[in-house]
């Protein structure tokens, strides 16, 4: 039981170099040339010290035997001198070596970033849009690509640099035992409890980091909230400042407690332990200085010795520091790896055409539950569609309209039931040849901070410079007049990022993005959720006008709260709590007297 206890003990306490062989691993795969200088340095630099020590011997002793010896020929200069030179060639390597290790990590250092950062990029595009709704992953993603371009080099550095003092301690040991073995065992035993307390220390401190990230997060995003141009005006119109500045504090007063507490005791600890190894190293030292009254050592020994001592206390304590640095470094990487790591489902439909063109897109009995929510968003939800027809989709906020289009493009799998594309179960489509089949505007789409043709042409990224099929688009999105107005036409940078960036007003950016979905006019099934919600009634009215010409044969599904929009529709579906309540034409569903015509009546009054 104790054992076991112990045995845990030391697996937490060796946390701290946990990742430190997959870190040299992915320096390794960066590049191998500079990995292997920087080994080979990093030797070089750490038994050069011991050399230096040993050939500063070597000069004393020397030069005592030839004061000694009587007269002063060349001979007896010469070596003397020859060992200077040694030691002076010595110390340059040393100094080049050192220099070569800081030009090693700044060049990898660079190129690690620039890696890591793709690796995290690459694993993103592969994720599903449930991963990225997920907090918990969304956190591990925002974690791995805040300094990535640091971290990693820096556990490889703190590691090699702990060889490094591993190894001049170990060669001062071996220079050491000429004078005692026993001195050696002593100085190690002594140096034991600083060690063990400084890896207790980092792994509690990983421990403590990783725990609390939740708070870290919080007031990151707070600062996030505080200091970003997007969420400034509401910031200052609701005075929302002084609260979440307290708030800021409150995180910061918990989180400061519980690093001075552990910052303390380490202090305090790591102090004592290492006056035990100081108490141990003068001890050995004074013990030198009586062999050497005694003349037992020669001059030229305690010389060496010396050096060692003072060099060895300051390696030691380099080496403790390292230590402490590498639980942050390996916090980060336990984090990159765990983003690295996350299993993404694999698409597997490979079909490029369906079973029966002529049968459009057809809900059967389609559920759906949002994970981690208790209710379901939709609820055996049965449509059909045919090629070239158009569907409104109406509700209130929440019933699941959204989630709909969701499941039609593919962004989430239905629960049970299931959606059929001419003929073949969605998921058994190549999901790049459906995507490309469908031209969707989210409510939320995305005001893209480059130029406005740019913004239309992501809509095809096989033709993003087509400035033939800006225009096109541009037209059937009702956009042209408004860019014909702007300083550079299609070339004006949009947004306020970058220098010289014009910002549009809602309507407009909804026109920019309806144009972006003309501009797959290869799509046969656009999908519009509310794109006219920030226009002024005349362009709807307008858009619409034209729509049905613009898209014939396109099957169209549309969003919108405005009847005068809905009732173009060749069928309207009702959704409510996540069913279809009523479905039919307009005029049918006037007929019913239902939901719809309720709705439809309101809305008319208000217009009256
Ligand atoms: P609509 O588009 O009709 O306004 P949605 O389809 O966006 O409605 O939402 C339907 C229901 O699903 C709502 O109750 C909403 O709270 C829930 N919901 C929407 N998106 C998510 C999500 N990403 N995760 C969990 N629940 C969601």
Redesign the pocket.
């Known amino acids: 039981m104790k054992i076991k206890k112990k045995r845990n003990a030391l697996r937490q306490s060796l946390a701290v170099f946990r990742y430190s062989g997959r870190a040299i691993g992915l320096v390794w795969n960066t590049s191998r040339f500079l990995t292997i200088i920087l080994a080979t340095l990093t030797l070089a630099a750490g038994l050069l010290p011991a050399a230096i020590a040993y050939l500063g011997k070597l000069i004393v002793d020397a030069v005592v035997l030839a004061s000694q010896s009587d007269g002063s020929s060349f001979v007896n200069i010469s070596r003397p001198l020859l060992y200077v030179g040694l030691e002076a060639i010595a110390v340059a390597l040393l100094a080049g070596s050192q220099r070569g290790l800081s030009i090693c990590q700044s060049l990898l250092r660079v190129l690690l970033g620039q890696k890591v950062n793709v690796l995290i990029l690459e694993k993103a595009l592969t994720l599903d849009l449930r991963q990225f ?1 997920d907090s918990e992953f969304y956190d591990k993603l925002t974690n791995a690509r805040r300094e990535a371009s640091v971290r990693p080099l820096s556990l490889v550095t703190r590691t090699f640099g702990l060889v490094q003092s591993a190894l001049s301690l170990v060669t001062y040991g071996v220079l050491l035992v000429n004078f005692s073995i026993w001195a050696v065992i002593v100085l190690i035993l002594a140096a034991m409890p600083a060690f063990i307390a400084e890896t207790k220390f980092a792994g509690q401190a990983f421990r403590l980091f990783s725990w609390r990230a939740p708070e870290t997060r919080q007031q990151h995003y707070i600062e996030n909230l505080l200091a970003r141009e997007d969420f400034a005006t509401e910031v200052k119109l609701y005075q929302l400042g002084e609260m979440l500045l307290s708030r800021y504090h409150n995180l910061f007063n918990q989180l400061y407690g519980e690093d001075r507490d552990l910052t303390l005791r380490r202090g305090l600890w790591g102090y004592l332990l290492s006056l035990v190894s100081t108490a141990a190293f003068y001890m050995a030292y004074a013990w030198i200085v009586v062999e050497t009254v005694v003349g037992r050592i020669s001059l030229g020994d305690m010389t060496m010795y010396l050096i060692v001592f003072r060099q060895g206390q300051s390696t030691f304590s380099n080496a403790l520091t390292s230590i402490g640095g590498m639980y942050e470094d390996n916090l980060y990487l336990s984090n990159l790896y765990d983003f690295l790591e996350e299993e993404v489902p694999q698409p597997w439909g490979k079909a490029t055409i369906g079973v029966n063109p002529q049968d459009g897109i057809r809900f059967e009995n389609v559920s759906f539950t ?1 994970p ?2 208790s ?1 379901p ?1 939709l609820r055996n939800i049965s449509l059909h569609l045919k090629p070239g027809e158009k569907l409104a989709i109406v ?10 289009i969701k499941l039609l493009t593919r962004l989430y799998t239905p629960d049970s039931g299931r959606i059929f594309l001419d003929g073949l179960d969605l998921q058994e489509w190549d999901v790049d040849v459906l995507r490309r089949r469908i031209g969707v505007i989210f409510q939320n789409f995305v005001r893209y901070q480059f130029t406005v043709g740019e913004n239309i042409g992501v809509g095809d990224v096989e033709h993003l410079e087509d400035q033939s099929r800006w225009q096109n688009a541009a037209q059937k999105g009702m956009a042209q007049p408004f860019i014909e107005q702007l300083p550079e036409d299609f070339r004006t940078q949009l947004g306020r990022w970058f220098k010289g960036g014009q910002e549009l007003s809602g309507g407009q950016w909804q026109k920019i993005a309806l144009a972006r979905a003309f501009m797959r006019n290869r799509a046969d099934i656009l999908v519009l ?1 509310e794109p006219t919600s920030a226009m002024d009634a005349q362009a709807e009215f307008d858009i619409f006008n034209h729509f049905r010409s613009l898209t014939k044969e396109q099957m169209v599904f549309l ?1 919108s709260h405005r009847f005068s929009t809905v009732r173009m529709a060749d069928k309207i579906a009702v ?1 409510e709590n ?1 069913e279809v309540v009523e479905q039919g034409t307009h005029e049918e569903l006037l007929k019913t007297q239902g939901r719809y015509a309720k709705l439809f009546l309101l809305q008319a009054a208000g217009y009256k």
Do not use: H, M, Q, V
């Open positions: 709704e949002y981690g929510s209710r968003a509700g209130e906020n929440g019933s699941g309209k959204t989630t709909l959720d969003i959704i996540g």
